[in-house]
């Protein structure tokens, strides 16, 4: 399933950056055709990203998502996406903050919102302030993310993965403090979790992975 994820992403972002160089060609003062276009904001990216998802889904590329409702939607808030560092989480103890062990991928997630509804999401890379399409549509992020807003629509959300542990964490910040959100190892993704708990799950999954991979992470990196 993880091969599969990947071709499609991989034949997307090739349909995407051939849109986005195409774009070019008819913009004297774009990029050239050796890079995907760049943009001035987050919002910018997205709604060219919607575009380019649009005129996938005419040419028959399934993305999972009600093409009228993808139409009708609007970019949200942008929502930082960040790593967390395997080494990092190896040492970590429950005092250990998430951002502390994270790091910063230059990368977000900007959902397109119609209502209430995340109908799809786009991937933005940021260059030093000039923002470039990276990603097109992850239904499993969209769906987590809906179920997400329906209980914290207002709080401030960063987005952290685990590449080696295939794991995903909602962190939400709101005036009452800060809460995590993941569907990891079959956890209730409505059911909030605190970071000491979380912190002692996934580094003991991460000491299970070291001890299978360790020596093949040495000589290659497994997982990027």
Do not use: W
Request: with cysteine; charged share 20%; aromatic share 6%.
């Amino acid at each position: 399933m993880k091969h599969l994820k990947l071709i499609i992403y991989l034949g997307l972002t090739v349909f995407l950056i051939n849109c986005s160089n195409m774009k070019n060609k008819d913009n004297p003062g774009g990029n050239n055709g050796n890079k995907p276009k760049e943009f001035a904001s987050p919002m910018e990216a997205a709604k060219a990203a919607k575009n380019d998802m649009m005129t996938a889904m005419d040419k028959n590329v399934n993305f999972g998502v009600d093409k009228e409702k993808l139409r009708s939607s609007n970019p949200g808030e942008a929502i930082i996406r960040n790593e967390l560092d395997m080494n990092a989480l190896l040492s970590a103890d429950s005092t250990t903050a998430f951002e502390k062990i994270s790091t910063n991928t230059d990368a977000s997630i900007v959902p397109l919102i119609t209502g209430k509804e995340v109908i799809a999401v786009v991937s933005i890379k940021n260059d030093n302030n000039n923002y470039s399409i990276v990603g097109l549509g992850d239904n499993a992020i969209s769906s987590e993310l809906n179920m997400i807003y329906t209980l914290n629509r207002e709080m401030t959300t960063t987005i952290m993965e685990i590449p080696n542990l295939n794991a995903t964490i909602y962190e939400m910040k709101g005036p009452n403090g800060v809460i995590y959100y993941t569907s990891y190892n079959g956890h209730n993704l409505r059911v909030g979790i605190s970071s000491a708990e979380l912190i002692k799950i996934l580094k003991t999954d991460a000491a299970v992975f070291q001890r299978k991979f360790g020596d093949k992470l040495k000589k290659q990196k497994l997982v990027h």
